[in-house]
């Protein structure tokens, strides 16, 4: 198997979380190398969904809710060099009331509203 040829590519992923529609498509080329990543999203998720979908004994409390409508494209080399003009994000990112607790940080997380927005550079 050559891994640094390796491609992933989920071309259209849907699903419902409690009646809430999440499109989501990937594709990853070289993941070993020089990772190229094309992803995009869309749609609302309540994190406690998630844990009651994927319930763990003794994993993160996660709550909160995101909404995202994003797109990304391009190499990780292009952000790690500060070449951002080579790498594609448009669309936006928001949370609200996100909690996090668990055993990667020592102190409860608590975002209560954020909002990204992503515009390409002209």
Known sequence: MDRLNTLINLKKCHTEINQEPLDITLQVKMPVSDPYISAAA???????DLRNIMPAEQGPELTGFVSA?????????????????????????????????????????????TDLEFKPEK
Request: hydrophobic letters at 30%; a positive charge.
């Open 42 to 48: 869309r749609g609302n998720i309540n994190l406690l």
């Open 69 to 113: 409508n994003l797109f990304v494209e391009g190499n990780l080399s292009n952000i790690q060099n500060n070449q951002y003009h080579n790498y594609q994000a448009r669309g936006h990112l928001s949370g609200k009331d996100i909690n996090y607790s668990g055993p990667v940080t020592p102190v409860k997380v608590t975002v209560k509203q």
